[in-house]
């Protein structure tokens, strides 16, 4: 039974679209092909990658790649088609010429994330935010829509097939990373690099750190924009930092190896609307890494760091509370280890990916029954 995952957006070895949903049904028997810009075709861990070329901007992304990808997608005729971008949403029409099953997977509130894109004019973007939301309700009549967050469907009520499926760990992914620890302390940061991520405060809050006499490394995994990392590189050199590593992106194998060797995992993250309502995954993974954290103080965070007794909770914006948060842990290793166990335990628990792939089988199955 073949299914296509389709993405325009994401990195061929996404943590969610390869080595969760892709790989969980591949385990399950089914014949699994992912569409997406890739330098090769490749077959991985029993996923069958189909290249597209990497486009060169966001407009040629969205005229010429998606369509593209589509047109892939039509060419293997599967049962379910699975797409995970909202720019691919004109072009999957073409998909309902065939009698299949269509799946949106909703990664981003995308009506509410266009509220803070950088790269749309602030004039604009109520307005471009308001006719998505027209074209959306649209484009997705009938389709099945898989929300990554529970906050989503608040959004949706006229969506009338759906089903949440949180974006937890893989424990079987995690629990063989043990690295040593750096001798020096050291924070973490695996995800997407921009300022409303917490990139621009961290380095504050390193600066504070430096003025105190105590010196803390941090190493940045993730995606960056170049006009971000030369930002970011400035402002290092303004303030006369060292042990700074924005490494870009990394294989997540790869770049959990280098957070297991470091102290803190941090989460700050700015409180706009996709971010206040939505599970980072890193703070999932710090916890399964056994990491003690430091988010930002929403209340869905606190939920989570106060409930399981994980972390500390600071403001957004504070370098200074974050600093002394930072330094705090430090100050106290037999606690902060304490914070990574029983982060660790509650992931075993609770927060992990078994019982979302069981809810992305089950509705499989419903759509090649119906």
Same mark, same amino acid.
């Given at each position: 039974?073949?299914?296509?995952?389709?993405?325009?957006?994401?990195? /061929?070895?996404?943590?969610?679209?390869?080595?969760?949903?892709?790989?969980?049904?591949?385990?399950? !028997?089914?014949?699994?092909?992912?569409?997406?810009?890739?330098?090769?075709?490749?077959?991985?861990?029993?996923?069958?990658?189909?290249?597209?070329?990497?486009?060169?901007n966001?407009?040629?992304?969205?005229l010429?790649?998606?369509?593209?990808?589509?047109?892939?997608?039509?060419?293997?005729?599967?049962?379910?088609?699975?797409?995970?971008?909202?720019?691919?949403?004109?072009?999957?029409?073409?998909?309902?010429?065939?009698?299949?099953?269509?799946?949106?997977?909703?990664?981003?509130?995308?009506?509410?994330?266009?509220?803070?894109?950088? &790269?749309?004019p602030?004039?604009?973007?109520?307005?471009?935010?308001?006719?998505?939301?027209?074209?959306?309700?649209?484009?997705?009549?009938?389709?099945?829509?898989?929300?990554?967050?529970?906050?989503?469907?608040?959004?949706?009520?006229?969506?009338?097939?759906?089903?949440?499926?949180?974006?937890?760990?893989? +424990?079987?992914?995690?629990?063989?990373?043990?690295?040593?620890?750096?001798?020096?302390?050291?924070?973490?940061?695996i995800?997407?690099?921009?300022?409303?991520r917490?990139?621009?405060?961290?380095?504050?809050?390193?600066?504070?750190?430096?003025?105190?006499?105590?010196?803390?490394?941090?190493?940045?995994?993730? /995606? +960056?924009? !170049?006009?971000?990392?030369?930002?970011?590189?400035?402002? #290092?050199?303004?303030?006369?930092?060292?042990?700074?590593?924005?490494?870009?992106?990394?294989?997540?194998?790869?770049?959990?190896? #280098?957070?297991?060797?470091?102290?803190?995992?941090?989460?700050?993250?700015?409180?706009i609307?996709?971010?206040?309502?939505?599970? /980072?995954?890193?703070?999932?993974?710090?916890?399964?890494?056994?990491? /003690?954290?430091?988010?930002?103080?929403?209340?869905?965070?606190?939920?989570?760091?106060?409930?399981?007794?994980?972390?500390?909770?600071?403001?957004?914006?504070?370098?200074?509370?974050?600093?002394?948060?930072?330094?705090?842990?430090?100050?106290?290793?037999?606690?902060?280890?304490?914070?990574g166990?029983?982060?660790?335990?509650?992931?075993?628990a609770?927060?992990? &990916?078994?019982?979302?792939?069981?809810?992305?089988?089950?509705?499989?199955?419903?759509?090649?029954?119906?």
């Open positions: 039974m073949k299914i296509a995952h389709l993405a325009s957006v994401h990195h /061929p070895f996404d943590v969610r679209i390869f080595h969760k949903e892709c790989q969980t049904l591949t385990q399950a !028997g089914y014949d699994v092909v992912l569409i997406v810009p890739h330098t090769h075709d490749e077959t991985v861990e029993g996923v069958r990658i189909c290249a597209v070329p990497e486009p060169r966001r407009l040629r992304r969205m010429c790649t998606a369509p593209r990808i589509v047109w892939l997608g039509l060419k293997e005729k599967a049962k379910i088609y699975h797409f995970h971008d909202a720019e691919l949403l004109p072009w999957v029409q073409f998909l309902r010429l065939r009698r299949c099953g269509i799946v949106y997977d909703m990664h981003e509130n995308v009506p509410k994330a266009i509220l803070s894109k950088h &790269w749309i602030p004039m604009l973007r109520e307005m471009i935010a308001g006719a998505f939301k027209l074209a959306e309700r649209v484009l997705l009549a009938g389709m099945y829509v898989v929300f990554a967050e529970l906050s989503y469907q608040k959004d949706y009520p006229w969506v009338s097939r759906s089903a949440v499926i949180l974006n937890m760990p893989r +424990i079987e992914a995690l629990a063989d990373v043990r690295e040593s620890k750096y001798t020096v302390p050291t924070v973490a940061y995800g997407r690099v921009a300022a409303i917490g990139s621009l405060l961290t380095l504050r809050a390193l600066h504070v750190l430096w003025q105190r006499g105590r010196r803390v490394n941090w190493e940045c995994i993730g /995606p +960056i924009e !170049g006009s971000h990392e030369r930002e970011l590189q400035l402002l #290092v050199n303004t303030l006369g930092l060292e042990g700074v590593t924005l490494r870009g992106y990394m294989l997540p194998s790869e770049g959990w190896r #280098v957070v297991s060797r470091c102290h803190v995992g941090l989460a700050v993250l700015e409180p609307p996709n971010y206040f309502e939505s599970y /980072p995954t890193k703070l999932f993974e710090y916890m399964a890494l056994g990491l /003690p954290l430091i988010t930002s103080d929403f209340p869905l965070y606190r939920e989570i760091v106060e409930g399981s007794g994980c972390g500390l909770c600071v403001p957004f914006g504070d370098p200074q509370a974050l600093a002394s948060g930072i330094e705090w842990l430090i100050e106290h290793p037999c606690e902060a280890e304490a914070m166990r029983r982060g660790r335990e509650a992931v075993y609770r927060f992990n &990916w078994d019982a979302e792939a069981q809810k992305l089988l089950s509705l499989y199955r419903s759509l090649l029954s119906s």
